[in-house]
């Protein structure tokens, strides 16, 4: 699988360690759209190219880590075909899969653990959309909401 990450400053140790644990343990293909280190920057500006990453299909899915991965769901939920999760349980990860059929993970840094996001990650990486009744509550929210 091609998984598009990205960061603002708060998520950067978050984004550099899950990229490793998800490239070496999971064999997955990385592609790292930043931030590259700790100095302040404003999440907008990662999340957007992740987003249309995953919505032109380059990638299949995007992880982006933020303080609280709030603002980078705000942002990614913006762009047309993208249904972004932020998630703080491995869990919710797995059902915003299984039920959403999300195709962004957001993570905030602040909030967990480096160890939950290692689980959160997975989960979500192996986590399979059921289809049936979730898929046409999906397609409405598309329908509702006109894309
Ligand atoms: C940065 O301080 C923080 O606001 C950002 O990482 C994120 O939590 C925003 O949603």
């Known amino acids: 699988m091609k998984i598009a990450f990205g960061s603002d400053h708060a998520g950067f140790k978050y984004k550099k360690l899950l990229i490793e644990f998800l490239r ?3 064999s997955q293909q990385i592609l790292d759209f930043g931030c590259f280190s700790e100095e302040s920057v404003d999440y907008p500006d990662y999340a957007l190219p992740v987003s249309e990453c995953v919505a032109s299909g380059v990638a299949d899915i995007g992880i982006l880590v933020c303080g ?6 705000i942002l990614a939920n913006k ?4 249904r ?3 998630c703080c349980s491995a869990d919710a990860a797995k059902l915003s899969k299984e039920h959403n059929n999300a195709n962004i ?4 840094a602040r909030l967990v653990s480096i160890e939950e996001a290692k689980e959160i990650a997975e989960a979500f990486l192996y986590g399979e ?9 999906v397609e409405k929210i598309h329908e509702l909401t006109g894309w």
């Open 129 to 137: 959309f059921l289809g049936n009744r979730h898929m046409i509550r």
């Open 105 to 108: 993970l957001t993570i905030g």
């Open 24 to 26: 070496n343990q999971h």
């Open 79 to 82: 762009v047309m075909g993208i």
């Open 84 to 86: 972004a999760a932020n």
């Open 68 to 73: 609280t991965g709030i603002g980078m769901a």
